[in-house]
């Protein structure tokens, strides 16, 4: 089967892979971290993402076909042991994130039948993992039609629940950086999908046009319906009532749009099966890429059935743990956004190396500067990923990595 992807089929996975999930949960979490400055702190992290979309088109023209991947622009300016890092931080990010927002989207069901908090998040994964099996191809097509409905709903939700001009003063700024800080690593959860595109880089069918297309429009959609759920969300809901895992049902309930509970689970479930679906499909090549390089055992390098049970089997478990310890979620939205901007500033330092324009190079320094700063918010998260990259440095350090 002709797995190359369109611009057509692209972008719809690009929309899945940057909103999915995240939509669910950041518009309440981060107001809830945030206050008033929440809107400042999404504006921080756009901003802070954009440079890097024309950083990252610079870096894959020097890349070789055969590695155009976020690993191989990190590889470009650190080195192969930072490069290939990325693996093992990837892995080690995916298989708490998605479970955790499987997990969300059966507190969004659980009014509609009995244990669908319990069920809800192993038939999402089950699904997932099934839609890659029989190709990715299929998932994308799959991923249109549900990023088309994702996109539809948010917006009439954003419309619906639009409040007088007076009641958004609730936003009204107080420039607490360190609320803006912890907020916007939060928010980078809703942006982190552009990473995950370019372990999928090799299957576009004009991979050096379109996945940059791809990029820009999925960050500029998504932008705009986070912002606009951030903030309708604010007007309506009082702080000290905020729900942050079910946000968007308490924002319909609070905009009188009660009768709605039913669609906006139906779209809990949209928005987590194509983040679900986008997300295994680049993970599973990351498997593939670590057993070739001896992160993983070799048994996975080019066994796509063996690194999609694999991932499988990740998942499970990380659902059954977030099921068994739900107190934990907050901590575990962190540390996933915490190593997300981490392989981004890795990918920024890159740059930093590699590129010949001073311009450029400055342009680079300080949102590598900017980023440090953000993450310093984590604190003590932060040794999760550094961890990961310990371990990572080491092994490819004893073993030969191909070139």
């Known amino acids: 089967m002709d797995k190359k992807l369109s611009l057509f089929h692209a972008i719809p996975l690009g929309i899945g892979s940057i909103m999915g999930s995240g939509i669910l949960f950041l518009p309440s979490l981060t107001y809830k971290v945030s206050g008033p400055d929440v809107l400042l702190a999404?504006?921080?992290?756009?901003?802070?993402?954009?440079?890097?979309?024309?950083?990252?088109?610079?870096?894959?023209?020097?890349?070789?076909?055969?590695?155009?991947?976020?690993?191989?622009?990190?590889?470009?300016?650190?080195?192969?042991?930072?490069?290939?890092?990325?693996?093992?931080?990837?892995?080690?990010?995916?298989?708490?994130?998605?479970?955790?927002?499987?997990?969300?989207?059966?507190?969004?069901?659980?009014?509609?039948?009995?244990?669908?908090?319990?069920?809800?998040?192993?038939?999402?994964?089950?699904?997932?993992?099934?839609?890659?099996?029989?190709?990715?191809?299929?998932?994308?097509?799959?991923?249109?039609?549900?990023?088309?409905?994702?996109?539809?709903?948010?917006?009439?939700?954003?419309?619906?629940?639009?409040?007088?001009?007076?009641s958004y003063k609730v936003l009204k700024p107080e420039y607490n950086l360190s609320n803006i800080y912890s907020g916007a690593v939060l928010s980078f959860w809703a942006f982190a999908g552009f990473e995950n595109l370019t372990f999928l880089y090799h299957r576009f069918q004009n991979p050096r046009r379109d996945l940059l297309i791809t990029i820009i429009v999925s960050i500029a959609v998504c932008a705009i319906l986070y912002l606009g759920l951030a903030a309708n969300y604010a007007s309506l809901v009082p702080y000290f009532e905020i729900k942050q895992t079910t946000g968007l049902l308490q924002m319909a309930e609070y905009g009188g749009l009660g009768s709605l509970t039913s669609i906006i689970s139906f779209f809990a479930i949209l928005a987590v099966t194509i983040n679900l679906v986008s997300w295994s499909g680049g993970v599973v090549q990351l498997i593939m890429q670590a057993g070739k390089i001896g992160l993983l055992p070799r048994a996975f390098d080019g066994n796509e059935r063996k690194s999609l049970i694999l991932l499988g089997t990740l998942f499970y478990f990380s659902v059954t743990f977030g099921l068994l310890s739900p107190e934990t979620f907050q901590r575990i939205v962190t540390i996933v956004s915490t190593n997300f901007l981490v392989l981004y500033l890795l990918a920024i330092m890159s740059f930093v190396f590699v590129s010949k324009d001073w311009f450029k190079r400055s342009l680079a320094i300080v949102i590598a500067l900017a980023l440090l700063v953000t993450l310093s918010s984590s604190s003590v998260l932060l040794l999760y990923p550094f961890a990961l990259f310990l371990i990572s440095y080491f092994r490819t350090r004893n073993h030969a990595i191909p070139s």
């Open 42 to 166: 999404w504006l921080l992290i756009i901003f802070l993402c954009l440079p890097g979309i024309w950083f990252f088109k610079e870096m894959i023209t020097c890349l070789k076909p055969d590695n155009t991947s976020l690993s191989g622009m990190i590889e470009l300016g650190l080195g192969k042991e930072v490069g290939k890092s990325v693996h093992l931080i990837m892995l080690g990010t995916v298989i708490f994130g998605m479970p955790s927002a499987a997990i969300i989207a059966g507190k969004y069901c659980s009014g509609i039948f009995y244990q669908a908090e319990l069920i809800i998040p192993y038939a999402l994964i089950t699904f997932a993992l099934v839609i890659n099996y029989f190709g990715l191809k299929g998932s994308s097509i799959m991923s249109f039609l549900i990023s088309f409905l994702i996109v539809v709903i948010s917006i009439y939700l954003i419309v619906s629940t639009k409040q007088p001009l007076s």
